[in-house]
């Protein structure tokens, strides 16, 4: 089907529009090149669509997102972490014996290779978690050579439930490493979430039991995080897979985009930004004025999205858990109050409505991270640890795709025109 034509000069060219489930649909501007000689120029890909995918849908206008069909809400409000990660990996909801399975085969693959330990303590104590986590998921593929074919299906299947079963133990082998504590072993009795709860928070001398209130919130936040289409980290994993890289070092690479402030590390930079306004006394007026100032780098941290022009549907459901578990807590936190009027104040300031700026995940994630006892450098490896299976989704579905091409963009060059060396003693 021709639905555009472009006209370029006296030349025309018929582009096909493609078709979509829901949203934007696609022009498919192949031809262009090699027709008129052209390329597009889209910066940061904010017009361009590189795959079609069937893992999440985003409505950034509606505040909607939805994972293979199912809306957040009812996923975040029903649904454990695992049912979700099969979710994301398969297509469907599993069965209550399909999730039994998927459960025990994750659980298998808790433990780490005992050698591993070595590695967390080359690393300096106050290492980075993101750091740490990267080069501790790139180590993977250094234990499994046997399963890192991208094109074996049963390859893949493994890796995947081992990246998942794993990655647990060693955000919290990190941890322990970090605070100078016996590293603690999974305990595959528990389930995903309470067994990282124990792998974090207990200490041998003493018995530990996760408290379901955190391990509820904590389950519902990994959801929250477990998938948002063709974002930065997924786009990097996209991008490494798209070579035939293996999985554990497309991942590495996920977690590396996901560190900086602009992406995931956000969640640790707005909990930073709270903590300074509050212990500077700042009062939030001043604190909006230099968001809105162009010559002043600051800018609101957790608020803001490429796509969302709207609430982000994640940041309703965590301000609202955020308040409920520091309650259940008994925590009384003076950043959820502060974040509660910073967030009110820049909803009704002419800048933020104009540029449809609104609190995004990050905003009040950390406030709930804090109050389960998780220090601040560590609230991005939890959103890596929820965005995983997304991840790996997005990777499987490059992997299986037979029309998936390397990731190779073109560039406009806007460097010196040809010129002759002029041999070095001339210069
Ligand atoms: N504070 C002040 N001004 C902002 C902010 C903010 N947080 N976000 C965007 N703007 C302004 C920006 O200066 C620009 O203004 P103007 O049109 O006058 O030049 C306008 O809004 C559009 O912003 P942009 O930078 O062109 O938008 P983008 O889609 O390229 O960037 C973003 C999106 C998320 C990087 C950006 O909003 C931002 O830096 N936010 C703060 C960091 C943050 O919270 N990141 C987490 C994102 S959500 C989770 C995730 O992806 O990991």
Redesign the pocket.
Known sequence: MTDAVLKYGDQELPLEVLDVTDGDRGLDISPLRSSLGLVTMDR?F?NTAESRSDVSYIDGEQGILRYRGYPIEQLAEQASFLEVAYLLQYGELPTASELDAYAQRITYHTMLREDMKNMFEAFPHRAHPMSILASATSALATYYPDALDPLDPESVDISARRLIAKTPTMIAWSYKYAVHQPYVYPDNDLDYSANFLKMMFSVPAEVYEPDPVVVKALNMLLILHAD?GQ???ASAVRLVGSGHANIFSSIAAGIAA?SG???????Q??LEMLSAIYESGDDIDTVIKR??D?EDP??????????YKNF?PRARIIKTAAEEVLEALGVDDPLLDLAMQLEEIALEDE??VD?K?YP????YSGIIYRAMGFPTDMFTVL?ALGRLPGWIAQWRELAADPGARIFRPRQLYTGPAVRDMTPIDNR
């Open positions: 940061g904010g948002h974002n930065c980290s996901l402030p602009l992406h995931g590390g956000a969640n930079a707005v968001a809105k162009k600051f800018r609101l941290m957790g608020f803001g999205h490429r796509v982000d800048y933020f540029r700026l995004n995940v990050d905003f959103f």
